[in-house]
């Protein structure tokens, strides 16, 4: 804690046990002025006395008077650029195994979606500000402590929350620093630290969750599904495969065993499986040393009943601060985490592929037994590849990540400092997915007897895969940083920095193992096997800097550029300029604005930037070569190389230019404040092969090209108020809001029919599908004007003339207006604290979005067994006795694959996450020698309004509801500290 004279230079700081010495002037109306890091400072008479009872309370802005920028801080009063931050408070509410997906709705831009429930495999999906390329990755770039960090499955999603300081999330030309890599945004993330002078404090966090997923997919029941199999015969002229007495033994369930109602989601997926996390920090330190160590588990069990699945992650930091001496400090940082994972040897996937297809009129396992059938999809039984006893894929990742850094004032010239800092990260993964041999049973019912047969694995075998990467990164930065005049205020630096990856990966292969007891290559069929292996080398080197000029902190100006290059490209192409201008005038500082009180700040600023991204195939401006199956002389086959690719040697990266306009604004003393921004992206440069201009006729490849083009623009809103208007009661509430949409403007794309099917002048990915009016009912089969496809008939989808020329065929197909990305995010967060309970609640929702459900699920088989549909559809569907039925007929020939009729409106509201904490009284704490206590009860996922409930599927989900859908927790833990 820092304690200072007021009116006066004069200061110290406290040590460990809060002790301090300052001299005092010997006057009776001399007072202290105590302060700490995010909290009020508070003022006390100090005359006549030697002992002080100091309690600070937290800050109305804290922390946020402070912002971590690219390669730096600064203060918040003069960011000029689009600029979101989140602090460890709100980081850390979210009981979710996977961190990212906790923050969805809390930062403005940036929309986030989970896309399956499978613990360690969640498929969580981040875009700042949308998207803008149409076939390189939107994924932003992830720097942690100031270094750009990567990893196979994510490292933004498995750090541990309760190791994070704050998040950051530059969305304009505040990204321009990163050059080549920051086109798609750059999220900046700050681990906690050591706080000098600090008594050293341990800090305990537990907590126990249980989750289930969010819905369960609502397939038709057995005798839904046998009566519209018969209905889909009728329509193809076959022979109905139930009879109405075995359809009414379906619907009263009077016959159980030779007439079932499996739910075979039901079957294969638990009501309720377990989470635990855990965390452990000790931190503290002198007036030469802080530090932070830590340590965190988390252990996510299986969502399959008698699964054998699991996620384990294990996570240590060493964060250490030493203070050498006035002039230098040094940091050492050092972050280890292991993951173990055992899922299915199908994949999320592939289990709810054969799930979703398996029929209800046939029985999962056989009654009275422990034996699956042999009558899922495909004669295959979904239940043992989730047992563990058709195998398991394995799944060892291992990452560790170095760095120190060491800070030198320079003494004899003020304001200037040397800082540099080097990085050693590596990580491995160790894969091996070995498929057993498993058994189903049929059932011979006269004899009373079963026949076990294999499944769909002949013989074991096991695949395996190893890669190992490091990355080495260093940089060096001269930084001046000097106040003239109490008004004039520079902050600059220029920098280096060079880094390299060198990675391996070898795979192998066998099979016929003799039993899968030994799951090891060496135990497998040496004439079964294969093996490949490789390794990769990258390398970037740049010069980077910024300058930052702040007149009174009222009219700011910033410059910043990056001069990168990347080996991906060749020379002459292989450096690139990436500048970044931005400005801010604070009008609330102006004296013609002192006497509008209600006004507290507020701030114009604009920003242009010019970023890159260089996430492409490296080489392709090389001839490259490959070994082809070769020749055969005279008996024997020789392998032999030939031309692989094509080379474009003018191949560079993409261009994203970037132009911002803001407003940031408070009111009511602080306590309502406003934030807006107006935003615009051109990307240019995108690699695309030519499709116009080279039709595919003439059997030519050509290279991808610099030449696609899009546009992306959008506005963002944040409104936030936050008062305390009583000792014992506070509340904050916040909400954003951001409307983005995107378009392609050119890719050379092969000419279409009509103008509404091009890709060009739509969203990135929008699909080309008919667009369904109606269902046709007799009249329209009878009116010639109608347009129809042939064979059409009363019941199928009617399909809008687009062109309007009386005939249904591709070119009336649509391009279409929205995609799986939502054009609208919006967050609401309220936080409401009394006395010493606390509740939190955080809502998210999007809107203009679609969800394509999949058309396997709308489509009944033919025969009995297999091809299950949603309950959905059996509902209202077209017949003949139904013939105002809102859904198709079933069995049509022309099928609703292609059509809008699948294309459901994916807009939600969800209560993300709740929270209700109770705070130990100071009093109860001490008396068993602690510092604080809190225990809670929280949740994730709890409820949602949207569209597709009716089908059982989570707007979010992946595949068309093929897929896990994302998991609610129910969560009860507790935070200790001494």
């Not at 990567?150 to 750090?159: A, C, K, N, P, S």
């Not at 907590?207 to 029941?221: C, G, I, K």
Request: aromatic share 10%; proline share 4%.
């Amino acid at each position: 804690m820092s304690v200072t004279v007021k009116g006066t230079q004069a200061g110290t700081t406290t040590n460990a046990d809060g002790q301090f010495q300052i001299s005092v002037p010997s006057t009776s109306n001399v007072e202290l002025v105590f302060s700490f890091v995010g909290y009020e400072p508070k003022t006390i008479k100090a005359a006549g006395q030697t002992k002080f009872e100091v309690v600070l309370e937290p800050s109305v802005t804290g922390l946020e008077d402070i912002v971590v920028v690219g390669y730096g801080t600064q203060k918040k009063e003069v960011v000029t650029g689009a600029i979101t931050t989140i602090k460890a408070k709100d980081i850390g509410l979210s009981p979710s195994g996977n961190m990212a997906a906790g923050l969805a709705g809390r930062l403005s831009g940036v929309i986030i979606n989970t896309r399956s429930g499978e613990p360690g495999s969640e498929n969580t999906t981040i875009r700042v500000r949308g998207q803008s390329s149409f076939v390189g990755p939107n994924d932003p770039l992830i720097v942690i402590d100031g270094i750009p960090r990567d990893e196979d499955g994510g490292i933004l999603t498995r750090l541990d929350p309760q190791d994070i300081e704050s998040m950051t999330v530059l969305k304009d030309a505040s990204a321009a620093i990163y050059g080549a890599r920051a086109a798609n945004g750059v999220i900046l993330v700050t681990t906690k630290r050591g706080i000098a002078g600090k008594k050293p404090t341990i800090g305990l966090s537990y907590n126990h969750a249980f989750s289930q997923p969010t819905r369960l997919e609502r397939m038709a029941d057995s005798y839904s599904y046998a009566r519209a199999q018969n209905l889909a015969n009728e329509i193809r002229g076959l022979t109905a495969p139930w009879t109405d007495e075995e359809l009414q033994k379906f619907k009263d369930g009077s016959d159980p065993v030779h007439y079932p109602n499996t739910s075979w989601f039901k079957a294969v997926q638990k009501t309720w499986t377990q989470q635990d996390k855990a965390n452990v920090q000790l931190s503290g330190g002198s007036d030469k040393i802080a530090y932070l160590v830590s340590g965190g588990l988390l252990k996510q069990g299986t969502p399959y009943n008698n699964g054998a699945m699991k996620n384990d992650m294990y996570n240590i930091r060493s964060n250490i601060d030493a203070k050498i001496n006035d002039y230098i400090k040094v940091t050492f940082d050092l972050f280890g985490k292991k993951t173990n994972r055992i899922s299915s040897p199908l994949s999320s996937l592939g289990v709810f592929s054969w799930v979703g297809l398996s029929a209800p009129t046939v029985h999962a396992v056989w009654p009275g037994t422990d034996y699956p059938t042999n009558r899922g999809w495909g004669n295959l039984s979904v239940l043992a590849s989730v047992t563990g006893e058709a195998g398991a894929v394995t799944t060892t990742a291992w990452s560790q990540n170095g760095q120190s850094t060491v800070d030198i004032k320079i003494p004899w010239v003020e304001g200037l400092s040397v800082k540099g800092s080097f990085a050693y990260d590596y990580f491995g993964q160790l894969t091996k997915n070995f498929q057993d041999v498993y058994y189903v049973y049929d059932y011979d019912e006269p004899n009373n007897t079963y026949k076990k047969i294999k499944g769909h694995v002949g013989a074991p075998q096991l695949y395996t895969e190893e890669k190992r990467t490091e990355f080495i990164t260093g940089n060096a930065r001269l930084n001046y940083l000097r106040t003239f005049r109490e008004v004039h205020t520079v902050d600059a630096f220029v920098g280096f920095e060079q880094n390299q990856t060198n990675g391996t990966f070898m795979t192998g292969f066998r099979s016929n193992f003799p039993t899968g007891a030994l799951q090891e290559l060496n135990a497998g069929d040496a004439n079964t096997q294969t093996n490949t292996g490789g390794s990769v080398k990258t390398a970037r080197q740049n010069y980077f800097g910024r300058a930052l000029y702040s007149y009174a902190n009222k009219y700011m100006l910033q410059f910043q550029f990056r001069y990168d290059g990347s080996q991906n490209f060749p020379k002459g192409n292989r450096f690139g300029f990436f500048p970044g201008i931005s400005g801010g005038w604070t009008l609330s500082q102006e004296n013609f604005m002192s006497s509008v009180h209600w006004l507290n700040n507020f701030k114009l600023r604009g920003s242009w930037g010019k970023m890159g991204n260089d996430a492409v195939a490296a080489f392709q401006y090389l001839t490259m070569y490959g070994l082809t199956s070769g020749a055969v002389f005279n008996g024997t086959q020789y392998q032999g190389i030939a031309q692989s690719t094509v080379p474009n040697p003018n191949i560079t990266w993409e261009t994203a230019e970037t132009a911002d306009i803001g407003i940031d604004a408070a009111f009511l003393n602080n306590r309502l404040t406003l934030e807006f921004d107006w935003f615009k992206t051109n990307r240019s440069g995108i690699l695309a092969r030519r499709q116009a201009s080279i039709p595919s006729f003439t059997g030519l490849t050509l290279p991808s090209e610099n030449i696609g083009k899009t546009v992306n623009k959008g506005v963002e809103l944040m409104l936030g108020f936050r008062d305390k208007p009583s000792k014992n009661f506070s509340y904050n509430v916040s909400g954003n809001a951001t409307f983005v949409r995107n378009k392609i403007v050119y890719m050379d794309e092969t000419p279409m029919a009509e103008a509404y099917q091009k890709q060009e002048g739509k969203p990135i990915g929008a699909a080309l599908r008919y667009e369904a009016i109606g269902i046709y009912s007799e009249a329209d089969i009878a009116d010639t004007k109608v347009a129809k496809r042939p064979g059409t008939i009363a019941g199928d989808i009617k399909i809008l003339d687009a062109n309007g020329d009386g005939v249904i065929n591709s070119l009336d197909r649509v391009r279409q207006r929205l995609t799986n990305i939502p054009e609208i995010t919006y967050g609401l967060n309220i936080y409401l604290s009394w006395k010493q309970f606390d509740v939190m609640l955080g809502c998210q929702g999007q809107g203009r979005v679609v969800f394509y459900l999949r058309d396997d699920w709308v489509n009944p088989a033919t025969s009995n067994g297999g091809g299950n549909i949603l309950q959905w559809w059996t509902d209202d569907t077209y017949s003949t006795d139904n013939p105002n039925g809102t859904k198709p007929r079933l069995g049509t020939s022309n099928g609703i694959g292609g059509t809008t009729f699948t294309q459901v409106n994916a807009a939600f509201f969800k209560l993300k996450n709740a929270e209700i904490g109770y705070n130990l009284s100071d009093r109860a704490v001490r008396k068993v020698g602690l510092e604080r206590a809190r225990i809670y009860l929280s949740g994730t996922n709890l409820f949602s309004f949207d569209k597709t409930r009716v089908f059982g599927i989570d707007p979010e989900v992946a595949n068309g509801g093929w897929d896990l859908n994302p998991l609610r927790l129910i969560n009860i833990g507790a935070n200790v500290s001494f």
